[in-house]
């Protein structure tokens, strides 16, 4: 959408805040020749919208400067750079790193590049312009974009020119005043700002959850390996459940020959099955926990595992062990009470 959106924005009633961001990508080359595609987020440095990185070295307010970078630690080494200061190219300009955060890259996704956003503007064009050359052949019109380095493409020469009207942005970013209702608000800028839509940060983020799990193979693989691990969960913990029924068989008859019901039978082959999902539960949970703390710190990797999200494994694991009783229940059944008192 053009920038001059971003002022339609600000004049809808209810708005408190906008802010624009830039999205776009290049081709970075680090300073050992080293090629690698990259993500650039263009926004404002000193904007309260985009904000909330957790900068490990360096300042955000350095970006200001022209033709300079943040990236996270975690892709430093996938990019060349290792230290505030060092300098790489992007397209044909040159750029320099001037703040590390953490726990703002994707996993799924190119290296991120923040930037402010008239130099993520520059970086866009990544110091071309373009020409449209046309040639009359056979009756008609070809038509070429040929793409010329600009004179003066050095970073200490020339600085990136300003948001102008016509630019492009990728998004706006809306703070709502206190107290207003967000759907009605959501209304007015999709009115004021044809072609757009509204969207709050859940709902953008539940979109792209969908999109990953629905629309790529991320979510089919990730579903296909949590039903195997469903399944051996279940093949395993049945065959421990039945191995030890095997063991205990003359015990269950014992019990069958003195008149105990089956309920009662059944009941002891499940709370076994409750417990061993219960210890086994807890150790693993601590496990992921930690893990999760280590591949946050080594590879930027976060591992999210809310309150809900741990019930919802642990009944998944009770539910298995219980499932997987099925198999020992299977062989108390079939026991004869008459085993008592056979030698």
Known sequence: MPAANLTLAKRVPGVARAEPLLMGGGTWRSPSGEINLVRVFGFEPEGQLFSGFDVKAGAIGNLKQPYTVMVDESVTDSLGIQEINNTATLGSLGLKLVALTQGAQSITSSPYLFTSIENAKAFSTAGLTASLNCRLQSGDFLCTNIYQKSPDTNPTSSKPTPLSATDPISYILVRAQPGEDIEALKKRLEAALPGSMALTQAELADRTRRFWVQRTGVGFILGLGATVGVIVGIV????????????????????????????????????????MGILGYLPSLALCLGLGAWTFQTQGIMILITPLTAAGVFGLTIFMCVGSAIFAIQKITRVDPALVFKS
């Open 236 to 275: 395993i913990v049945g065959q421990i459940l039945y191995s030890s029924v095997s063991d205990h068989l003359k015990e269950f008859a014992t019990l069958k020959a003195m008149g105990v019901s089956d309920k009662v039978v059944y009941g002891i082959i499940i709370r076994q099955a409750l417990w």
